[in-house]
């Protein structure tokens, strides 16, 4: 299928190098070339006929704000064409301020055959999935107080969730108070999220997919900081690049974080990126009043409301205030209440196995799969959109160059 391309740049050494690169590839054509003045500013960036092009070739200088803000209108368009960025050289924080633009694809000094061949696969699988409303999505797993087992409810979920679609799913540890997600599942991981924050300037799909742990059950598991002293290299910003990352890689088609019971710079960057928010709680008076406080909370740090979802955990109906009750203190709806069922659970626990794995045919695993299935398959069309950070880029080409 041929791919139509719009070319612009500044040099024109740059500009009979780039139509070399479109002419050697068999399926673009090329439907618009212009060379870009300077100084450039938003009102003399030329516009491209009409039919659009399905990709902007564009020369990228970083020292210029206007041609940053062009690309961020063109991209919060509905129908806008996919950008691949030309640089002859780049640093790391050029290369992440690209990221942060949402950009497609960076190529960097010498463009080869191959990797301009699979840049155009990736854009045809990303154009589908888009048309088929198949992208990443990203759930936030946040307990309203301690002890309500967010952890054990992340495994189960995200468990539940990989054995009943197809596409994978993966798991990422964020709890930085307790990571012990590698506990539960009983895996002792060669690599954790700090070896992605280590690798980030230079980081790949491939390595990402050979830093994750992944279990025979299709699960993908990333744990957190081994150690509680590590937690402090675990800051916000990265955790936020590397969501948007692994978000636009469409390498997944969920992404489940588990983020503890605490309220940090890091659980409010995660749940920014995130499109569903499910708060985890326990029918009590103290649980509740917390769940409260926080649901008041959320909106000052401009978390929207559509896309969180209450569920109650270990439910007894002997000592539990009622679900009703509940409801109405809390004026939302639950979307699921869950039994309490101790000793099955603990035995799951001891043995690193998640619940819905060791006893599928258990109450209790019936009723984490239900809610799965609520939260993760009915309601994927909820929550806030993806915004500029929805696409990816080739980040080969700068350890190449580098």
């Known amino acids: 299928m041929p791919v139509r391309f719009s070319l612009f740049f500044f040099a024109k050494d740059t500009g009979q190098y780039l139509k070399g690169v479109l002419r050697g590839f068999p399926q673009s054509t090329l439907v618009f070339?212009?060379?870009?003045?300077?100084?450039?500013?938003?009102g003399n960036f030329p516009t491209p006929p009409d039919p659009p092009a399905d990709v902007w070739l564009l020369e990228y200088r970083q020292d210029l704000p206007a041609l940053d803000?062009?690309?961020?209108?063109?991209?919060?368009?509905?129908?806008?064409?996919?950008?691949f960025l030309y640089l002859a050289q780049a640093d790391t924080q050029t290369l992440l301020k690209a990221l942060r633009l949402g950009v497609q694809e960076c190529f960097i000094g010498q463009i080869q055959t191959e990797e301009f061949s699979q840049a155009i696969q990736r854009l045809q699988r990303w154009r589908q999935r888009?048309?088929?409303?198949?992208?990443?999505?990203?759930?936030?797993?946040?307990?309203?107080?301690g002890g309500v087992g967010v952890s054990?409810?992340?495994?189960?979920?995200a468990q539940s969730l990989a054995a009943s679609i197809s596409d994978p799913v993966l798991l990422m540890d964020l709890d930085l108070n307790n990571s012990d997600i590698d506990s539960l599942l009983d895996i002792k991981p060669r690599y954790t999220i700090l070896d992605v924050i280590d690798k980030f300037d230079t980081i790949d799909p491939q390595y990402l997919k050979d830093v994750v742990h992944s279990r025979?059950?299709?699960?993908?598991?990333?744990p957190g900081p081994p150690r509680l002293e590590d937690r402090e290299l675990v800051r916000a910003?990265?955790?936020?690049?590397?969501?948007?990352?692994?978000?636009?890689?469409?390498?997944?088609?969920?992404?489940?974080?588990?983020?503890?019971?605490?309220?940090?710079e890091v659980t409010i960057k995660s749940l920014e990126v995130a499109d569903l928010l499910v708060l985890i709680l326990e029918l009590t008076?103290?649980?509740?009043?917390?769940?409260?406080?926080?649901l008041e909370i959320l909106p000052i740090l401009e978390i929207a409301p559509e896309k969180i979802r209450l569920v109650a955990n270990c439910f007894n109906p002997a000592f539990c205030v009622s679900v009703q009750d509940g409801e109405k203190y809390l004026r939302r709806e639950l979307s699921g209440t869950l039994r309490c069922d101790r000793q099955e659970a603990v035995q799951s626990l001891n043995e690193g196995v998640p619940l819905v794995e060791l006893y599928?045919?258990?109450r209790l695993s019936q009723e984490i799969n239900q809610i799965t299935q609520k939260l993760f398959c009915q309601d994927r069309q909820n929550g806030n959109q993806t915004g500029r950070w929805a696409r990816l880029k080739n980040l080969l080409q700068w350890r190449r160059a580098s």
């Open 130 to 145: 888009l048309k088929d409303g198949d992208t990443t999505k990203i759930a936030a797993l946040l307990g309203c107080k």
């Open 69 to 83: 803000r062009i690309i961020e209108e063109i991209l919060q368009q509905p129908e806008h064409p996919a950008i």
């Open 33 to 42: 070339v212009r060379q870009l003045p300077e100084p450039l500013t938003e």
């Open 237 to 264: 910003p990265i955790v936020q690049d590397i969501l948007h990352y692994i978000k636009a890689q469409y390498m997944y088609q969920w992404l489940i974080l588990d983020l503890g019971d605490t309220l940090d």
């Open 360 to 362: 599928p045919s258990h």
């Open 216 to 222: 025979e059950s299709g699960l993908d598991v990333l």
């Open 152 to 157: 054990f409810l992340a495994v189960n979920m």
């Open 285 to 294: 008076i103290p649980a509740l009043r917390d769940a409260k406080k926080l």
